[in-house]
């Protein structure tokens, strides 16, 4: 059995190593929830610890979770387009693009997740869990809305087509202790790893708006990656009968540079992970089942090549130097609420509803054509069925309704002064995961 189980260990490992997560683009570029569970809840979950993903949510939840391991992944499907409306300028200092309608390619993602917990004694436990954020990926096909003219060629000035692609991957080693049969703290050690690959941007090189303090290190230059680390602090306990109150803090993730984009991203390559936190209730309702609810805030304008705005940092200083352009996003704060019940011994039922206003603000959207992460509202439904005394089966499912945000090209020209953008996104996700209790 010991065999079979470090076996199993070593396989799920491998398995989301070599898998890092892609595509996502919910809650901004965070996941609207980690494990299959929490996912069912729509994300919420802080103070209803139920898997070995729980860390990634709330360290303080893995004591009271039991030995066991979870394995699992999602089908994610993100359809993402942009619109422009306003006839295009046909020369320099304009950056505008021909009207149209433009769909994003590579529509299906596959993502893993992984966890173990052990516990130490009755009153303390050590765990791992392995998973992901991802969102700023599009794939735009050769001459989309290419650039008026001559001049820029390709949609942002490149001879082919556009876009970028982000994907984080999370090892969250962890430790929870109780600190009475009610209450319990956490904390977590996580190192992070990010690749990304940007295509088509030559529109702001020397050859174009010659915005870039590094021009070698602004496009095409294939596959960057870097790593990092970052901790997560927890705590939940009882505060009145059945009625649970959790909060967790993660710090921000100090990553290393992508060097091969050292002229596209501020601070020379800088992109770190922002810092969140969230607060939580679950009530315990017997019978009646569990009502969660939590409340999360993404800090994405602490983050110089996310929170930058495009103008007026694009005319005071060049991409790549620490105020260059990026893309705007705002603060976010997202709501959770999520409804568990079983109907058998054997079933267990979730629905939830996750809404966070998204963060791009009309200003800016010519730069997230690269990144449309406007998505508001995401609906879930999930289930556990048990197949065994010590083995279980998970799924979950998400769809969120298409949103979008229009506003003005920050940067056509005097000619065409009511040219706009508008961005729109709708996802589904199916993912399942299967259980081992030990």
Do not use: C
């Amino acid at each position: 059995m010991k065999k079979t189980n470090k076996r199993l260990l070593a396989t799920a490992v491998a398995a989301a190593l070599a898998l890092p997560t892609a595509a996502f683009a919910t809650n901004g570029y965070f996941a609207h929830g980690y494990g299959t569970k929490n996912k069912g809840l729509g994300g919420a979950g802080v103070a209803l610890p139920q898997d070995s993903l729980a860390a990634a949510t709330n360290p303080a939840g893995m004591v009271w979770v039991g030995d066991r391991m979870d394995l699992g992944a999602a089908i994610f499907s993100p359809q993402r387009e942009y619109k422009v409306e306003g006839a295009a300028n046909d020369g320099f200092p304009a950056f505008e693009l021909q009207p149209g309608t433009v769909e994003s390619d590579s529509e299906y993602f596959l993502i893993p997740h992984f966890g173990r917990n052990w516990m130490l004694d009755a009153n303390s436990a050590v765990g791992v869990s392995v998973y992901g954020n991802g969102g700023m990926n599009t794939d735009y096909p050769d001459s989309a809305n290419g650039g008026a003219g001559t001049y820029y060629g390709g949609m942002f000035g490149g001879e082919a087509g556009a876009g970028v692609n982000l994907e984080q991957l999370f090892v969250n080693t962890s430790y929870s202790r109780k600190i009475d049969d009610k209450s319990s703290w956490g904390a977590s050690a996580i190192l992070a790893y990010q690749r990304f690959e940007a295509t088509g941007l030559e529109g702001f090189g020397p050859a174009g708006f010659n915005a870039s303090s590094d021009p070698d290190n602004l496009t095409d230059n294939g596959v960057d990656s870097a790593m990092g680390y970052g901790f997560k602090l927890g705590y939940q306990g009882e505060v009145a009968p059945n009625l649970t109150l959790a909060a967790s803090y993660q710090s921000e993730m100090e990553m290393g540079e992508f060097d091969d984009y050292a002229g596209l991203f501020a601070e020379q390559g800088g992109f770190n992970i922002p810092a969140t936190w969230t607060l939580g209730l679950a009530y315990d309702m017997a019978d009646s089942g569990t009502v969660v609810f939590d409340v999360q805030k993404i800090m994405y304008s602490d983050i110089n090549s996310i929170g930058n705005p495009m103008l007026p940092n694009l005319q005071t200083a060049q991409l790549g130097d620490d105020d260059g352009a990026g893309f705007g996003w705002e603060d976010i704060t997202v709501y959770k609420l999520g409804y568990q019940w079983s109907t058998s011994a054997d079933y267990t039922w979730r629905v939830g509803y996750n809404h966070g206003d998204q963060p791009i603000p009309d200003s800016e959207v010519l730069f997230n054509i690269l990144a449309p992460g406007v998505m508001e509202d995401h609906f879930t439904f999930g289930m556990t069925k048990k197949t065994g005394a010590d083995s279980e089966f998970n799924l979950a499912a998400m769809y969120a309704p298409s949103n979008s945000v229009k506003g003005d090209n920050p940067l056509q020209g005097p000619t065409a002064p009511n040219q706009t953008i508008e961005l729109e996104m709708t996802q589904w996700e199916l993912e399942a995961s299967w259980a081992w209790k030990f």
